[in-house]
């Protein structure tokens, strides 16, 4: 789209420079909620855009929007959001102006600066220019522009001095996007309704964002058809799914709330497929690769799923999901010696969280902690309780299985995802090293399960995983391979990972909520909202051909 085109920031850089007033209150983060006319044609384009392309039947709310214009790595789409862009690019540009105006351009670096006529110079000097407007609005901007720009060890008096002479175009621009960043994940919580916002930790995950809009459609592996594409990006931006008027009626009765959240949390509803799609299709095969990068396995040891005979007295019983033989030895790992014989993880998908006791949006920290909490009692009730169709007449006790697994040095940990991807913060250690915000308890009367959770915090145990996989993979790249994707857009180990662990969610996820409504009889979903592509039936069509 155009808006990603570099001369975007030239034109809104012209709406700041002609239509900023002088008097605009630049504190705090007012500068971002300055409406320009371009801007303001910008936004509607954007949300036209997917009001087209989802047959929305009203505007896109501004939630979505903002999700929409979100960066992908905080869980958005990544589109401009041109409020966040528009000022700053008018700065930057002037204070590249001014400094070349001050001190000359250079060409090369062995060559002296040339230094331009006196009268283009006098032209950047507020001295000698009271009258533009143009410097009286760029005076107005830099202070505020300067305090983010600029690193945080240069004392605040000082930055913009430091902006305009030492700071290069590059950090600055790296910095302010960090800072937007933040504010724009903010404007989503303040936007999106309150009986919404608990689902927005889980929403706002990178990895389900990549398969809508950053991976390499020449691989048709990477393609979503229209119908899984339409739900999951109604799903990203938090739209309703369904009409309320014509939701269907799930098997125990029960009328589909118009997000599909019903799918996910009904025990009616069977989420095998999910488990075994993401497993097989997504873990399975990233990881082997992903692990093996990490210096964490070899060749000689494959990732594997759904092996038994890992408890003798019921050797039908596979407590393990995904498994492999962990040798940190290899590679460059900084991992210390394993004494795991076998690692692996149970999966579990678990309902969406409930709302937090207080609906007050005090801080977005109250509904990342719901969240997590939320999948954390997923990990403790895989942990403390066995699946009833793990094994036909199994008689073991769960505490029975985490024992014999303890005793003969097999690692078992759970691995929790929420219906919109999001990862709990056990596979969260395992992927990126980052500790739980409050680490499990568990009751006197299960000893075993505290000890195998205990021992997946353990140095001992794989984790941080993505991070070594990069930094191995940056210090050993082959010559001939330059992105570790076989694209620009998974250059890294880590990008790979989750573009492949997004991709498998979002299929997974939309198939699954497509399914149930087969077997079903449902009203016709609306013309309006559950719109499919042109030339396509609903996608939520009742049709089993479909």
Same mark, same amino acid.
Request: with cysteine.
């Given at each position: 789209?155009?808006? @990603?085109?570099?001369?975007?920031?030239?034109?809104?850089? =012209?709406?700041?420079?002609?239509?900023? &007033?002088?008097?605009?209150?630049?504190?705090?983060?007012?500068?971002?909620?300055?409406?320009?006319?371009?801007?303001?044609?910008?936004?509607?384009?954007?949300?036209?855009?997917?009001?087209?392309?989802? !047959?929305?039947?009203?505007?896109?709310?501004?939630?979505?929007?903002?999700?929409?214009?979100?960066?992908?790595?905080?869980?958005?789409?990544?589109?401009?959001?041109?409020?966040?862009?528009?000022?700053?690019?008018?700065?930057?540009?002037?204070?590249?102006? %001014?400094? =070349?105006?001050?001190?000359?351009?250079?060409?090369?670096?062995?060559?002296?600066?040339?230094?331009?006529?006196?009268?283009?110079?006098?032209?950047?000097?507020?001295?000698?220019?009271?009258? *533009?407007?143009?410097?009286?609005?760029?005076? $107005?901007? $830099?202070?505020?522009?300067?305090?983010?720009?600029?690193?945080?060890?240069?004392?605040?008096?000082?930055?913009?001095?430091?902006?305009?002479?030492?700071?290069?175009?590059?950090?600055?621009? @790296?910095?302010?996007?960090?800072?937007?960043? =933040?504010?724009?994940?903010?404007?989503? =919580?303040? #936007?999106?309704?309150?009986?919404?916002?608990?689902?927005?930790? !889980?929403?706002?995950?990178?990895?389900? %964002?990549?398969?809508?809009?950053?991976? %390499?459609?020449?691989?048709?592996?990477?393609?979503?058809?229209?119908?899984?594409?339409?739900?999951?990006?109604?799903?990203?931006?938090?739209?309703?799914?369904?009409?309320?008027?014509?939701?269907?009626?799930?098997?125990?009765?029960?009328?589909?709330?118009?997000?599909?959240?019903?799918?996910?949390?009904?025990?009616?509803?069977?989420?095998?497929?999910?488990?075994?799609?993401?497993?097989?299709?997504?873990?399975?095969?990233?990881?082997?690769?992903?692990?093996?990068?990490?210096?964490?396995?070899?060749? *000689?040891?494959?990732?594997?799923?759904?092996?038994?005979?890992?408890?003798?007295?019921?050797?039908? $019983?596979?407590?393990?999901?995904?498994?492999?033989? &962990?040798?940190?030895?290899?590679?460059?790992?900084?991992?210390?010696? %394993?004494?795991?014989?076998?690692?692996?993880?149970?999966?579990?998908?678990? @309902?969406?969280?409930?709302?937090?006791?207080?609906?007050?949006? #005090?801080?977005? *920290?109250?509904?990342?902690?719901?969240?997590?909490?939320?999948?954390?009692?997923?990990?403790?009730?895989?942990?403390?309780?066995?699946?009833? *169709?793990?094994?036909? !007449?199994?008689?073991?006790?769960?505490?029975?299985?985490?024992?014999?697994?303890?005793?003969?040095?097999?690692?078992?940990?759970?691995?929790?995802?929420?219906?919109?991807?999001?990862?709990?913060?056990?596979?969260?250690?395992?992927?990126?090293?980052?500790?739980?915000?409050? &680490?499990?308890?568990?009751?006197?009367?299960?000893?075993?399960?505290?000890?195998?959770?205990?021992?997946?915090?353990?140095?001992?145990?794989?984790?941080?995983?993505?991070?070594?996989?990069?930094?191995?993979?940056?210090?050993?790249?082959?010559?001939?391979?330059?992105?570790? !994707? @076989?694209?620009? /857009?998974?250059? /890294?180990?880590?990008?790979?990972?989750?573009?492949?662990?997004?991709?498998?969610?979002?299929?997974?996820?939309?198939?699954?909520?497509?399914?149930?409504?087969?077997?079903?009889?449902?009203?016709?979903?609306?013309?309006?909202?559950?719109?499919? &592509?042109?030339?396509?039936?609903?996608?939520?069509?009742?049709?089993?051909?479909?």
């Amino acid at each position: 789209m155009w808006m @990603h085109h570099p001369q975007a920031a030239t034109l809104l850089g =012209y709406d700041v420079l002609h239509n900023l &007033p002088l008097d605009y209150d630049m504190s705090g983060v007012n500068w971002e909620g300055w409406q320009g006319p371009l801007i303001d044609a910008t936004n509607h384009l954007i949300s036209n855009f997917f009001k087209q392309l989802l !047959g929305l039947s009203t505007s896109l709310p501004s939630h979505s929007l903002f999700i929409a214009q979100g960066g992908i790595p905080s869980g958005g789409l990544g589109l401009y959001r041109p409020g966040a862009r528009a000022i700053p690019d008018f700065v930057l540009t002037m204070a590249k102006a %001014s400094n =070349y105006a001050e001190h000359g351009i250079r060409f090369h670096a062995e060559a002296p600066n040339y230094i331009l006529p006196s009268s283009i110079c006098s032209l950047y000097n507020l001295a000698s220019n009271t009258s *533009s407007l143009t410097l009286q609005r760029f005076r $107005l901007a $830099l202070p505020t522009i300067a305090l983010i720009a600029v690193s945080h060890k240069v004392p605040s008096d000082q930055r913009i001095d430091h902006f305009l002479n030492r700071t290069s175009t590059n950090s600055a621009r @790296h910095r302010l996007r960090l800072h937007t960043s =933040y504010t724009t994940t903010s404007l989503i =919580y303040n #936007e999106t309704p309150t009986h919404l916002r608990h689902i927005l930790p !889980g929403a706002l995950s990178s990895h389900t %964002s990549y398969p809508l809009i950053q991976m %390499s459609r020449s691989n048709t592996k990477h393609r979503l058809n229209n119908f899984d594409f339409t739900i999951m990006l109604k799903r990203k931006l938090v739209l309703p799914l369904y009409h309320p008027a014509s939701a269907p009626v799930c098997k125990c009765g029960t009328t589909h709330d118009i997000y599909g959240h019903h799918h996910f949390r009904c025990t009616r509803i069977s989420k095998k497929f999910v488990h075994d799609y993401i497993n097989t299709q997504a873990l399975q095969p990233v990881l082997q690769q992903v692990l093996r990068t990490a210096g964490i396995t070899d060749n *000689s040891s494959p990732v594997q799923t759904e092996v038994p005979h890992h408890i003798q007295q019921q050797p039908l $019983l596979r407590p393990f999901d995904i498994e492999y033989q &962990p040798n940190h030895a290899l590679g460059d790992s900084n991992l210390p010696p %394993s004494h795991f014989a076998i690692c692996g993880a149970d999966i579990t998908i678990d @309902h969406c969280p409930d709302p937090p006791s207080t609906s007050a949006l #005090e801080d977005i *920290s109250l509904y990342t902690a719901n969240a997590e909490r939320c999948l954390q009692t997923a990990e403790k009730r895989k942990f403390t309780t066995m699946g009833n *169709s793990t094994v036909t !007449g199994n008689t073991m006790t769960r505490e029975d299985v985490l024992h014999t697994l303890s005793t003969n040095a097999k690692l078992l940990q759970i691995w929790a995802i929420c219906p919109y991807g999001g990862m709990g913060p056990m596979l969260r250690r395992f992927l990126f090293g980052d500790d739980p915000i409050r &680490p499990l308890s568990f009751t006197p009367n299960k000893p075993h399960a505290a000890r195998m959770y205990l021992e997946s915090l353990q140095s001992s145990a794989p984790h941080g995983i993505l991070p070594l996989a990069n930094a191995s993979w940056s210090s050993s790249r082959p010559a001939h391979q330059k992105f570790y !994707g @076989h694209s620009y /857009t998974a250059p /890294t180990p880590r990008i790979h990972f989750l573009q492949q662990f997004g991709l498998a969610c979002t299929k997974a996820f939309a198939i699954h909520l497509r399914r149930p409504t087969r077997t079903q009889q449902a009203p016709q979903a609306s013309s309006g909202t559950a719109r499919a &592509p042109p030339g396509l039936s609903s996608p939520f069509s009742t049709d089993p051909r479909v």
